[in-house]
């Protein structure tokens, strides 16, 4: 378990001794004592068990709570009920400052940041051509598939020559726009998908793609706060306030193997159908019921620590995760080439 989702509204993190506790009822810890219910606890987790906790909603932690994740090196994210991340409470880390000067220079070298980010695109475009492949081989009769992986295919030979940031994004936009056109001739479930639409997302599967898509982001980030990066420096998403730019850049190559999978295998199993969502009364779009969003959590969770479908080697999804951040280390300090993660059909 090393990440805890705690979804249960007004359920307060607390410490006590030495483990971390979960309780509901006795309202907030900001709330005036003769106004609380007696207290229930729902769990207790010792804190060399996590690495991460998550609260979803409106779920509190105190203080003393914070110090505990804080000596123990957990990463702490407060996220809304519909998936978006709030923020993050990241531990002060043992670390050295060389490969964030590395990561400064490789930004401020236009050449070398876009050596890197061409592979980023590529990887992206590679995988989703290999991802389309599969689908086609079960759909041999449906031309759009062809055509897509066609385009692809071209866009690929384009990204080999962008010489600048601009050129490349309008490339992976065109490419994710191609790619989403025929997502849905994947699902073939109670939950259909039409087109890539988000903020909100309007549709159980955009639902679905959008939270996989923000935990993903928030995985990987603090995969590499834990090597050093800085998470907000990217190569191709520009510095924006609280957007983790090379997290962003990382997730391309993952985006279709690991969150697009995950979400179809979901849906097509009928482990999530219509009736497992609502909609938000904040943004009108729709989201998890809370009791689905927990077996999401749940699903997440042992989908990390599965074996990654369509590689050449056997590892985890967060092995294969932390394996890149390590690459790109390497890479960025000048000790090897960055190898982007390809499935079979793309090596």
């Given at each position: 378990?090393?990440?805890?989702?705690?979804?249960?509204?007004?359920?307060?993190?607390?410490?006590?001794?030495?483990?971390?506790?979960?309780?509901?009822?006795?309202?907030?810890?900001?709330?005036?004592?003769?106004?609380?219910?007696?207290?229930?606890?729902?769990?207790?987790?010792?804190?060399?068990?996590?690495?991460?906790?998550?609260?979803?909603?409106?779920?509190?932690?105190?203080?003393?709570?914070?110090?505990?994740?804080?000596?123990?090196?957990i990463a702490v994210s407060w996220l809304t009920r519909g998936g978006a991340l709030l923020g993050r409470l990241v531990p002060e880390l043992s670390r050295t400052a060389d490969l964030r000067l590395h990561q400064f220079r490789t930004i401020e070298n236009t050449a070398y940041a876009m050596e890197l980010g061409r592979c980023f695109i590529d990887a992206k475009l590679a995988n989703a051509t290999a991802l389309l492949s599969a689908l086609r081989s079960n759909r041999p009769g449906e031309p759009r598939l062809s055509q897509s992986i066609a385009h692809l295919g071209d866009l690929r030979e384009r990204v080999s020559d962008a010489t600048d940031r601009d050129?490349?994004?309008?490339?992976?936009?065109?490419?994710?726009?191609?790619?989403?056109?025929?997502?849905?001739?994947?699902?073939?479930?109670?939950?259909?998908?039409?087109?890539?639409?988000?903020?909100?997302?309007?549709?159980?599967?955009?639902?679905?793609?959008?939270?996989?898509?923000?935990?993903?982001?928030?995985?990987?980030?603090?995969?590499?706060?834990?090597?050093?990066?800085?998470?907000?420096?990217?190569?191709?998403?520009?510095?924006?306030s609280g957007r983790p730019s090379l997290a962003l850049d990382l997730i391309e190559e993952f985006r279709h193997p690991?969150?697009?999978?995950f979400v179809l295998r979901l849906s097509n199993?009928?482990?999530?159908?219509?009736?497992?969502?609502?909609?938000?009364?904040?943004?009108?779009?729709?989201?998890?019921?809370?009791?689905?969003?927990?077996?999401?959590?749940?699903?997440?969770?042992?989908m990390l620590d599965a074996r990654m479908a369509g590689l050449s080697v056997d590892i985890s999804v967060e092995q294969a995760l932390q394996t890149q951040a390590d690459r790109l280390a390497n890479h960025i300090r000048g000790r090897e080439p960055y190898r982007p993660r390809l499935l079979r059909e793309a090596e």
């Open positions: 378990m090393p990440t805890l989702y705690v979804t249960e509204p007004g359920a307060v993190v607390r410490k006590q001794a030495g483990s971390l506790i979960i309780t509901s009822g006795g309202g907030s810890p900001s709330h005036d004592n003769r106004a609380r219910s007696p207290r229930t606890t729902l769990l207790e987790v010792e804190p060399h068990r996590l690495e991460m906790i998550g609260l979803v909603g409106r779920v509190n932690m105190t203080a003393g709570a914070m110090r505990m994740c804080l000596k123990s090196g050129t490349l994004m309008g490339l992976e936009g065109e490419g994710a726009a191609c790619y989403f056109s025929v997502l849905g001739l994947a699902f073939s479930g109670d939950i259909k998908f039409s087109a890539r639409r988000r903020r909100p997302p309007p549709d159980p599967a955009n639902a679905l793609l959008s939270l996989g898509y923000v935990l993903l982001t928030n995985f990987i980030a603090g995969i590499l706060e834990a090597r050093g990066f800085d998470p907000y420096l990217g190569v191709l998403h520009t510095p924006r690991v969150v697009d999978r199993r009928r482990q999530f159908r219509p009736d497992c969502f609502e909609t938000d009364p904040k943004t009108s779009g729709t989201r998890l019921k809370r009791d689905s969003l927990k077996k999401f959590f749940h699903e997440w969770e042992a």
